[in-house]
């Protein structure tokens, strides 16, 4: 693994090492002494063209735990501003001598092609590119589910996948990287993803996903989910109108207070309530869903720094090609791809 | 003999399980008398095999003297994060460190090592007990000392010197670790294997 460009190039035994890697990452945050020597004298560049709060924090955290030097870098007053080329921040970047480029970018592909166009000889670390992908996003979501599920087997997480967890992904499918490298990486990890949204927020070709999709968020939570990830109404990339009103959308696509309720009604005690945030409280999410108990999103902050350790780790230090596959993929069942029930969901919506 | 061992030339068992056996008992025991006691005693395993010696030599321990239970002095100490030689070597994943509930401050901290080579290991593993606690004493414990050192570090207890050549890879294969490997002959033992 030089490079983490997306999560649907990754393969299961990357994914389950870099679970595993952030795994012994988490413990050294609950030590006296929260740092590791790994990565002294590497310079790791946050390159951010779009505004972060969690995800810049996050990956500077982690940095500096693994002893690494940081640069923080944002579009905002810099020469990015005067109109500077992403190849010529590159190359000034490579100038410097950055080890790594953590990169978020509002156009989709701008860390592939930082990888790719050879501007740079630095690993390029995926944090977010326009609508495609946000892996270190997915793969803390996936380490927070299989924490939760090696908790209700009472087993070792270590090597575990994600096989039989039904994953629920309600919303903004159509703006949200986050939901693309969450049903890539679970279906490598084997878990059932359903998409939930209203339809003109899904995008074109969602039929070739290897997951489910309904546009009823009630009969999905119906049939049983383990976890819900709501997804954020990304009002500042919507530049149509994509549902009547906000108040429709909070009823009839929203995690809100009654339906929260109908997860204790339906006995589903141990499913748990994700949203990568920021959170628009009231409208996809209620205030009781994003503070009760079942909610993970405080959780997958934590479990965001130990995941970022894990991946700046493994990309910056010694050799990093691609272990030869071993496991045998999780899903041993037939292939159901193009998912029927994503097919009778449709149907019924006719 | 595996198919590699065969193909780098000779092979030779230096331990059987039985010697490893009593290695540990006598280490066991100088472990107790350097210590005078088994007072404020913690084993700290280096992973992979230093982990199982270690939970062995505590129940050796442990049948010497009653009053200690086996468990509670036992853990694991990670290295990989500390090591000089990360950038030059295939990604290490990092395993698990655990230490024993007591912790390790105020305390005589004997890391317990297969094989003492360079000693670059073990100085990886100094740094880490920096960071975890800071015991009274460090002392070390190695199954198999084959020299060739490159840096000022010397075992207190040796289970048995090996004199090898720097080109010679000395393999250590326990029931714990190894049971499953292809090279497993059936018990424990210490292999002298050529080099290429």
């Not at chain 1, 970018?105 to 590119?129: C, E, K, R």
């Not at chain 1, 878990?191 to 070709?205: F, K």
């Not at chain 2, 720097?166 to 002959?185: C, F, G, I, Q, Y």
């Amino acid at each position: 693994m030089r490079h983490l460009l997306s999560t649907q190039d990754l393969s299961l035994e990357n994914a389950i090492r870099i679970l595993d890697t952030a795994e012994e990452m988490a413990a050294v945050g609950e030590r006296e002494v929260k740092k590791l020597p790994a990565l002294r004298g590497r310079t790791v560049v946050n390159l951010f063209f779009e505004d972060s709060t969690r995800t810049r924090i996050s990956f500077e955290a982690a940095a500096k735990r693994l002893s690494a030097d940081v640069i923080n870098f944002s579009a905002k007053g810099s020469s990015v501003s005067k109109g500077e080329s992403l190849k010529d921040t590159a190359q000034t970047l490579e100038a410097m001598s950055a080890d790594a480029v953590v990169i978020r970018h509002w156009a989709s592909g701008a860390p592939a092609q930082l990888a790719t166009s050879g501007w740079i000889d630095a690993a390029v670390i995926n944090a977010g590119d326009g609508t495609h992908e946000h892996p270190t996003q997915a793969l803390l979501d996936a380490f927070t589910m299989r924490r939760h599920l090696s908790r209700l087997n009472g087993t070792d997480s270590t090597g575990s996948n994600l096989v039989g967890l039904r994953v629920a992904i309600a919303g903004d499918v159509l703006h949200s990287r986050v939901a693309r490298s969450n049903v890539w990486l679970l279906q490598t990890l084997g878990a059932e993803v359903t998409l939930v949204a209203p339809p003109t927020l899904l995008p074109v070709g969602v039929e070739h996903w290897p997951c489910a999709v309904s546009y009823d968020l009630d009969s999905v939570l119906e049939a049983g989910v383990d976890a819900i990830m709501v997804l954020r109404v990304q009002a500042e990339r919507m530049n149509d109108s994509f549902f009547p009103s906000t108040r429709e959308y909070s009823r009839r696509w929203g995690l809100d207070d009654a339906r929260l309720a109908r997860l204790d009604t339906l006995g589903m005690k141990d499913t748990i309530i994700m949203h990568p945030g920021p959170m628009n409280r009231g409208l996809e999410i209620s205030s009781a869903a994003a503070d009760s108990s079942r909610s993970t999103v405080l959780a997958q902050v934590r479990n965001g720094v130990s995941v970022r350790m894990a991946v700046l780790y493994l990309a910056l230090s010694g050799d990093l090609r691609d272990p030869p596959p071993r496991l045998p993929p999780p899903r041993t069942a037939v292939d159901n791809r193009p998912n029927t029930r994503a097919d009778e969901t449709r149907e019924n919506a006719r | 003999m595996s198919p590699e061992a065969a193909a780098a030339g000779a092979s030779r068992v230096v331990m059987s399980a039985a010697d490893i056996d009593r290695a540990l008992t006598r280490i066991a025991h100088e472990i107790l008398e350097a210590n005078k006691g088994s007072k404020d005693l913690i084993l700290l395993g280096i992973p992979r095999r230093g982990f199982p010696l270690a939970q062995r030599l505590a129940a050796k321990l442990a049948a010497a003297d009653p009053s200690i239970k086996a468990d509670a002095i036992v853990g694991q100490l990670d290295v990989t994060m500390f090591r000089d030689d990360l950038a030059r070597q295939p990604t290490r994943a990092p395993e698990r460190t655990r230490l024993p509930a007591a912790g390790i401050d105020d305390k005589v901290v004997v890391l317990v090592d297969d094989v003492l080579f360079s000693g670059r290991t073990i100085r990886a593993a100094l740094d880490a007990l920096v960071d975890l606690g800071r015991p009274r004493a460090v002392r070390l414990a190695v199954l198999a000392d084959r020299g060739h050192r490159e840096l000022p570090i010397r075992a207190d207890h040796v289970g048995k010197n090996l004199p090898t050549a720097s080109a010679e890879k000395v393999r250590v294969r326990l029931n714990e670790t190894d049971a499953a490997s292809s090279s497993w002959s059936g018990a424990d033992e210490v292999v002298i294997e050529a080099g290429l």
